[in-house]
């Protein structure tokens, strides 16, 4: 089922926690606005952030089908997807998936929080 190592998610989790907790780090408030590149306009200012570069390089060093199981679980988690529909996440994922995956992620200021829901609904956790 998930292909892609849930300590690497939690990693994920413990960078976007650390990025979203700064305070210049300010998001806009609408999603999916007309030019869909909104998370990369946002994210233009944070480019040379050193938590942001970390969280930007491992999303680079997955493989797509696994950028692509990080977006499902983050769908899954903000409640678009059932912990039961991971293979229709997976294939819309799969059909949305860009170069931009970490920018997309990044942009989402309760991904921390969607990816545990996601694992949590998967039968993962970070706790050890």
């Not at 040379?48 to 679980?73: N, R, Y």
Request: aromatic fraction near 10%; include cysteine.
């Amino acid at each position: 089922m998930l292909n892609i190592n849930p300590d690497t998610v939690c990693f994920l989790i413990s960078r976007a926690r650390v990025f979203h907790s700064k305070e210049d780090v300010v998001m806009p408030d609408t999603e999916g606005s007309p030019s869909e590149d909104w998370a990369l306009q946002a994210l233009a200012d944070h480019a040379d952030d050193p938590v942001f570069q970390e969280f930007k390089t491992t999303i680079a060093d997955l493989e797509p089908d696994q950028q692509q199981a990080v977006v499902a679980l983050m769908w899954i988690g903000r409640g678009e997807f059932s912990g039961d529909e991971w293979d229709a996440a997976m294939d819309e994922a799969r059909n949305e998936w860009t170069e931009n995956t970490a920018e997309y992620l990044i942009g989402h200021p309760q991904l921390a929080d969607y990816l545990l829901e996601g694992l949590d609904a998967l039968g993962y956790s970070c706790e050890s």
